[in-house]
């Protein structure tokens, strides 16, 4: 009777394999589900910190009589992107911080609604705007750069 199990071995090894191969397929499929369905991101600070590096750099390698003129073609900005107030800036000269925020006036400005970067309240909202600040001097001027971002990449539930 023996002799004619030696076979059987074999059969159960490979019940291991394919339940280890399901269930590393149950798991890429858990994981891919979860990646597409799963929570937003909210990359609007990073969109702000990247608009007022171009916009820094900008200043630093143009003249400011070319920006003022044009800052789009200029700086390499793409206007579609500032259309639908996703993306904004302003450029305040010889002001501070809260000056420029509050006020009409300005050197250059895309948007609006900045007095929302200084809302104490907006970090745990999901509508304000994330908001990017540099002071910038330049030929004896001063500027202040305000970039802001409301860009939302999906839809974050709160």
Known sequence: MLRNKRAEMGSQIMVL????LMVIIAVGIAAGVSLY????VDARQADADILKYKIENCFNEKSISDIGKNIFDSC????????GNSLVFKICENSNLNDCTTSSASFLSSGSNFQSCLFTGKESSNTFLKCSYAQISRDGRNFVLITGSSQQIRRINA
């Open 17 to 20: 394999a394919t339940l280890f």
């Open 37 to 40: 369905f799963g929570s937003g």
């Open 76 to 83: 390499g900005l793409n206007k579609d992107s500032f259309n």
